[in-house]
Structure formats: C-alpha cells, structure tokens
C-alpha cells in the first residue's frame, strides 16, 4: 500500500499519487483570473448563485481552475466558454443529485426543460434553464454548425444519464462496477466539451478524422480516465453521503473490501485506460491533420487537468483525512 519505491504513505490521497502514472505535465492556462472572474458574474447574472449553497459550492470546486488546467492553450473566450458550461454542470448536477435522492421522477421537469432547450430552442423557464440557454447561445456564437450540433447531442446525452444515477441510487440491488461505469460515462460531462476541443484548431475536423474508429476510441477512453480520476479523489465524500456511482466506491462493494485496496484497483483500471490511450493516439498521429492532432490534444487536457485539479480542489480536501494501513 506504500508507494512503488517502498516508501510508505501517510494518507490516500499520497496514495493515489504514489500509484496513479500521470504521464502528461501540469499545464496552466494565462487567462484563469480573467474566466473565474468571469465565472463569478455569469453565474449572478442568472441568479444561479442566489440558491442557496450554491456560491459556497463554487468556490469548493473551482471551475475555473479546472477549465485552465484542462485548456492550458486555448484564447481567453473559449477558455470562459468552458469554464462557464464546467460550473453550470457542477450547479445542475449537485441539485439533480439532490432532488433525485428523494424520488427519480421529480428530476423530470428540469429534465424536460433542458432537453426543450437543447433539442427545440424552447424558450426557459427557470433561472437554471435561461443560463442553459445562454451557455448555448455562446456556443452558437463560438462554433460552427455542426460542432454547436455536436455539442447540443452530447449535452443531452449528459441530461438523460442524470435520470440513469437517479435510478441507480434509488435501487436497492449491488451496483457492480460494470454498471456503474456505464452510467459515469453518461453522467461525466466531458463529451459535451469536446466540439469545443474541435473549436480551438483552425478548422473543422474532416468527417473521416472526427469518425476514425480510433479517434472515437480515444474520445471514449480520454472521458472514462478523465471523471475516474476524480472519483479516486471524491471516494471518501461519496461514502460518506451515500454516493452509488463512484468507480472506487464500486470496486469496495463488489470485492467487499477495504478503501484503500479498492482504490488501488480503480487505479489500475485507470493506468490501464491511459496506457491504452497513449498507445493509439501514437498509432494514429501519423494520419492525423493539425486539426486532429489538436482536437485529441484537447482529449489529453482533460485527462491531466482533472488529475492536478482533483489533488488540490477543497471539495476533495477529505481523501487526506483518511490514514493508510500499511
């Protein structure tokens, strides 16, 4: 349970760090201070952080210092764009979480109007829906056609998948961890990002690019390493409130053991899906645009960002509370 070279832990969090393989560098973008600010002011303009907890929530989790260490390279527009659509997620999924925890059915009218807004540009009717609506608008603005109909497709994949957790939650049967990854991958939120990927490179990807079988892999895995990483790190706020969909968490139930040891197997489930990642991107760049070397680049941003958000972010701050038994 130590690190590789012997040395022994204090903690999970060191945990994590000592066996997770993170082979791509820290990375910062110049323009965070501009897009938290901003963030701030977008999220006042819709009322957003008048709900109670919200603000509070905000300032736990960062987004963004996420967006910066996710789109190192990218303007200063597009960096608020996504640090916008990063801190809407994090106000829609903790208040989906909230509602649904009662009954999955009275997660339907947000439900409905997110989808009426991404699916038939149906005007809002709730604070939460008027900024969906403009996060949308910005999207429009920024992307060409088909990304903004990309990222609309995806958005809503996201939305359904929060019905998904509402039902897992809400069912009293062991929650494997083949069944929990199925729904983190709906619930992630990281797809939605990628035609934003696409939007920093100078031109559209080809369809033939943008559909590769092994840029879709890649897509698939880049999401999957993305949001497991940050459940090593919520593992222990999960377990404490009663979190299902939790990759760590899974793994404990299925194998009926400790934290740390599953911990350890999330990890190798991750070091498995990035050393899968680094080996196709390496056997697919020679055939790619600069576009579409870009857009996979982006792939990797969340890959590393979320790692180096989720080891500082005060949300996460409880992994250091729990001590590793040698």
């Known amino acids: 349970m130590g690190a590789s070279d012997g040395t022994r ?38 009322g ?39 801190a809407y997620q994090f106000v829609f999924d903790d208040l989906a979480e909230d509602v649904g925890q009662h009954s999955p059915g009275l997660l339907l009218p947000m439900l409905f109007e997110s989808i009426a807004i991404l699916r038939d540009g ?19 603005e920024r992307c060409t056609p088909a990304q903004t109909a990309r990222w609309a497709w995806k958005s809503r994949e996201y939305v359904h998948g929060l019905l998904y957790e509402a ?3 809400a069912q009293p049967y062991l929650l494997r961890s083949g069944d929990c990854t199925s729904i983190r991958s709906l619930i992630a939120g990281v797809e939605p990002f990628y035609p934003l990927c696409e939007a920093a490179q100078p031109g559209e990807l080809s369809p033939a690019e943008l559909h590769h079988p092994v840029v879709q892999r ?5 999401a999957d390493a993305a949001v497991w990483i940050p459940d090593l790190f919520s593992a222990v706020k999960e377990q404490r409130s009663g979190g299902m969909i939790n990759l760590a968490l899974a793994h404990q139930r299925e194998n009926r053991c400790s934290l740390q040891t599953a911990v350890i197997l999330a990890i190798r489930q991750i070091n498995s899906t990035i050393e899968e990642f680094q080996e196709l991107y390496a056997e697919v ?14 792939m990797i941003g969340w890959i590393r960002g979320c790692y180096h958000w989720s080891r500082s972010v005060p949300r996460y701050a409880d992994v250091t509370s729990v001590s590793v038994v040698s």
């Open 122 to 140: 149906r005007p809002p009717g709730t604070p939460l829906g008027a900024a969906l609506a403009d996060l949308y608008r910005q999207v429009r």
């Open 285 to 298: 760049e020679p055939e790619l645009s600069p576009a579409g070397v870009g857009y996979v680049e982006g």
């Open 167 to 169: 039902v897992a939650q």
């Open 218 to 222: 890649l897509g698939r895995l880049s």
């Open 48 to 86: 957003l952080t008048d709900e109670p907890g919200v603000a509070t929530m905000i300032a736990r989790t960062r987004p963004a210092e996420l967006a910066s260490y996710i789109c190192a390279d990218v303007d200063s527009d597009l960096l608020q764009i996504v640090a916008n659509q990063i």
């Open 9 to 46: 832990v204090a903690n999970l969090g060191d945990l994590i760090d000592a066996h997770l393989r993170m082979p791509f560098p820290f990375l910062r973008n110049p323009h965070e201070a501009e897009a938290a600010a901003g963030v701030g002011v977008w999220l006042r303009v819709w």
